[in-house]
C-alpha cells in the first residue's frame, strides 16, 4: 500500500497497519491546524515522527496518514484510506474530473464549520470586464480545473442558447450549424499563485479561492461570481468495511464540535417567570428544570450558542433571572 513516498522506518510495516482504519488529514496548508486540534479533542492520540506521513494512534485502532488536502479525496474515492479531511472545494474538483463508480467514490459524513472559503471567478479591478460571460471564449487559469470547466461549459451552453433564441427569426443566415457556435474558454492549470495570472497577462480572469479577500485586493483583483463555497468536511470512502469506526470517529467530532460552539448557562428564576425564560434558552432538545429549596424557584440549565450568550444572559436578567452563569463545555455527545 503506497500510501505517501516518504522515508518511512522499518518498524512501520504492513503489518502494523493491519486492521486498522487509514485516516487522511491535510500534512499542511489552512486546514491542519484546525484539523489536529479536532483530533486533540476527540482523544485521537498518536505522536507523528519527524519526515514521515504517518501515524499510528495510541488508544484506537486507527492510522493517521497525513497528505496534500487536494490528494485525500482521490485516495479515500479509491479505498486506499477509509476516511478523510479536506475542503469540501477539492470534493468538488475530484468528483468534477473522477465521477463516482459502483466500486469508488466519496461521501460525506459530517460538516466541520472551519475553513470557509468561496472558489470565484474574479477579473482584474480596473478593466472592462464585469460578468463571467465576458470570459467566454478567454484565457482563464486556475487550479480547480475540473469545476472551472464545468461552470464555463455550462455559460458558454446558456450563452449559444441565448444567441439561437434571438437569431431563431431570421432567414438570412447562411450557415446555422456555424451561426451559433460559441467560442470554448480556455482554461489553463496554475498550481500557485493564481492571483499573478492577470498582472502577468497570462489570463483574462482565474478562478481561485477566496476566504478574507486580501489577496484578491492586493491583487488588483474583483470577484465577479462564485463557483462554489467550502468548509471542512469528514468524508469517507462510500464501501467502506470500517463503518463501525467510522460512527465512532464522526460522533467524538461531532462532539466536540457542538462542545465549541455552545456553553452552559445556569440560572435561577421564579417559577412564574419559567415559561418565558424557556423561550429564551430552549436549549438543544429542552432545558433541564431543577426545584430549589426555596418555594416557587427553580434551577434551570440549558446549552446556549456561544455567540448568543451575552443577549441571551441581557433577557434573563430582565425577567428576573438571579445567579447566571455560563460555564465552557470540555466535549460533549448530544442527540
Same mark, same amino acid.
Given at each position: 500500500?503506497?500510501?505517501?513516498?516518504?522515508?518511512?522506518?522499518?518498524?512501520?510495516?504492513?503489518?502494523?497497519?493491519?486492521?486498522?482504519?487509514?485516516?487522511?488529514? /491535510?500534512?499542511?496548508?489552512?486546514?491542519?491546524?484546525?484539523?489536529?486540534?479536532?483530533?486533540?479533542?476527540?482523544?485521537?492520540?498518536?505522536?507523528? =515522527?519527524?519526515?514521515?506521513?504517518?501515524?499510528?494512534?495510541?488508544?484506537?485502532?486507527?492510522?493517521? #496518514?497525513?497528505?496534500?488536502?487536494?490528494?485525500? /479525496?482521490?485516495?479515500?474515492?479509491?479505498?486506499?484510506?477509509?476516511?478523510?479531511?479536506?475542503?469540501?472545494?477539492?470534493?468538488?474538483?475530484?468528483?468534477?474530473?473522477? /465521477?463516482?463508480?459502483?466500486?469508488?467514490?466519496?461521501?460525506?459524513?459530517?460538516?466541520?464549520?472551519?475553513?470557509?472559503?468561496? $472558489? @470565484?471567478?474574479?477579473?482584474?479591478?480596473? +478593466?472592462?470586464?464585469?460578468? /463571467?460571460?465576458? $470570459?467566454?471564449?478567454?484565457?482563464?487559469? !486556475?487550479?480547480?480545473?475540473?469545476?472551472?470547466?464545468?461552470?464555463?461549459?455550462?455559460?458558454?451552453?446558456?450563452?449559444?442558447? =441565448?444567441?439561437?433564441?434571438?437569431?431563431?427569426?431570421?432567414?438570412?443566415?447562411?450557415?446555422?450549424?456555424?451561426?451559433?457556435?460559441?467560442?470554448?474558454?480556455?482554461?489553463?492549470? #496554475? +498550481?500557485?499563485?493564481?492571483?499573478?495570472?492577470?498582472?502577468?497577462?497570462?489570463?483574462?480572469?482565474?478562478?481561485?479561492?477566496?476566504?478574507? +479577500?486580501? !489577496?484578491?485586493?492586493?491583487? +488588483?483583483?474583483?470577484?465577479?461570481?462564485?463557483?462554489?463555497?467550502? !468548509?471542512?468536511?469528514?468524508?469517507?470512502?462510500?464501501?467502506? @468495511?470500517?463503518? =463501525?469506526?467510522?460512527?465512532?470517529?464522526?460522533?467524538? %467530532?461531532?462532539?466536540?464540535? !457542538?462542545?465549541?460552539?455552545?456553553?452552559?448557562?445556569?440560572?435561577? %428564576?421564579?417559577? *412564574?417567570?419559567? =415559561?418565558?425564560?424557556?423561550? %429564551?434558552?430552549?436549549?438543544? *432538545?429542552?432545558?433541564?428544570?431543577?426545584?430549589?429549596?426555596?418555594?416557587?424557584?427553580?434551577?434551570?440549565?440549558?446549552? #446556549?450558542?456561544?455567540?448568543?450568550?451575552?443577549?441571551?444572559?441581557?433577557?434573563?436578567?430582565? %425577567?428576573?433571572?438571579?445567579?447566571?452563569?455560563?460555564?465552557?463545555?470540555?466535549?460533549? *455527545?448530544?442527540?
Amino acid at each position: 500500500m503506497d500510501l505517501v513516498n516518504q522515508y518511512v522506518p522499518p518498524w512501520l510495516t504492513l503489518a502494523s497497519l493491519e486492521g486498522r482504519l487509514l485516516f487522511a488529514v /491535510p500534512k499542511k496548508g489552512r486546514l491542519q491546524q484546525a484539523t489536529l486540534d479536532l483530533l486533540s479533542g476527540s482523544d485521537i492520540q498518536f505522536r507523528r =515522527e519527524t519526515r514521515l506521513d504517518i501515524a499510528l494512534v495510541k488508544n484506537l485502532d486507527i492510522a493517521l #496518514v497525513f497528505l496534500p488536502a487536494a490528494d485525500i /479525496p482521490t485516495f479515500v474515492g479509491e479505498g486506499s484510506v477509509d476516511l478523510g479531511i479536506t475542503g469540501r472545494d477539492q470534493v468538488a474538483e475530484h468528483e468534477a474530473t473522477s /465521477p463516482s463508480t459502483d466500486h469508488s467514490g466519496v461521501e460525506e459524513v459530517l460538516d466541520l464549520g472551519f475553513g470557509k472559503c468561496s $472558489l @470565484k471567478v474574479q477579473v482584474p479591478e480596473k +478593466g472592462s470586464i464585469t460578468s /463571467p460571460k465576458e $470570459l467566454i471564449g478567454k484565457n482563464v487559469v !486556475t487550479s480547480f480545473t475540473g469545476l472551472t470547466k464545468q461552470y464555463f461549459a455550462r455559460l458558454e451552453k446558456t450563452v449559444q442558447e =441565448e444567441q439561437e433564441g434571438l437569431e431563431n427569426g431570421y432567414t438570412n443566415v447562411s450557415n446555422p450549424s456555424k451561426a451559433h457556435e460559441v467560442e470554448q474558454t480556455k482554461i489553463k492549470f #496554475v +498550481g500557485g499563485s493564481v492571483e499573478a495570472a492577470c498582472a502577468l497577462g497570462v489570463a483574462h480572469g482565474i478562478v481561485d479561492l477566496v476566504e478574507s +479577500g486580501e !489577496t484578491m485586493k492586493a491583487a +488588483g483583483l474583483k470577484d465577479i461570481d462564485t463557483v462554489i463555497t467550502s !468548509t471542512a468536511v469528514l468524508i469517507k470512502n462510500k464501501n467502506s @468495511k470500517k463503518q =463501525e469506526m467510522i460512527d465512532l470517529i464522526a460522533s467524538r %467530532i461531532r462532539g466536540v464540535i !457542538t462542545a465549541q460552539k455552545y456553553v452552559l448557562c445556569q440560572y435561577n %428564576i421564579a417559577r *412564574r417567570s419559567l =415559561e418565558l425564560a424557556k423561550t %429564551i434558552t430552549p436549549g438543544k *432538545r429542552a432545558p433541564t428544570i431543577t426545584a430549589l429549596d426555596e418555594q416557587d424557584w427553580v434551577a434551570v440549565s440549558s446549552m #446556549v450558542e456561544k455567540k448568543h450568550v451575552a443577549n441571551k444572559m441581557d433577557e434573563l436578567t430582565k %425577567i428576573g433571572a438571579t445567579d447566571i452563569l455560563v460555564l465552557d463545555i470540555a466535549n460533549s *455527545r448530544t442527540g
